[in-house]
């Protein structure tokens, strides 16, 4: 089994930075893929980013590219989500999530075993 905290949300006005963070206890991280994903008030869980086991494979949605990066170090068992020139739209409670054997075609909520608890990032305009 996989335990996965979050940490790092916050209120940031826009055009501001957050690093959200995600530690893995349990196993080791390095066979499963880590996914980012948020959920707005009222609408439905969506995909952010995600990583390969090895980190050096990324996918992201298109509504982030070029604004969040996604990272990880097995040997810290921790993965992160910078973000950068944030938007009031990025408003959302941010999870991590973990699947054994996972790639970064795995861009469904669906297709994740093990979630982190969220962590809520509120950006003013």
């Known amino acids: 089994q996989v335990q996965l905290v979050e940490s790092g949300g916050g209120l940031v006005q826009a055009g501001g930075s957050l690093r959200l963070s995600c530690t893995a206890s349990?196993?080791?991280?390095?066979?499963?893929?880590v996914g980012w994903f948020r959920q707005a008030p009222g609408k439905e869980r969506e995909f952010v980013a995600v990583?390969?086991?090895?980190?050096?494979?990324?996918a992201y949605a298109d509504s982030v590219k070029g604004r969040f990066t996604i990272s990880r170090d097995n040997a810290k068992n921790t993965a992160w989500l910078r973000m950068d020139s944030l938007k009031p739209e990025d408003t959302a409670v941010y999870y991590c999530?973990?699947?054994?054997?996972?790639?970064?075609?795995?861009?469904?909520?669906?297709?994740?075993?093990?979630w982190g608890q969220g962590t809520q990032v509120t950006v003013s305009s």
């Open positions: 990583v390969a086991g090895s980190g050096s494979i990324t």
């Open positions: 349990g196993r080791a991280l390095s066979s499963y893929a």
């Open positions: 999530a973990a699947d054994y054997g996972g790639s970064v075609e795995f861009r469904s909520s669906n297709n994740y075993d093990y």
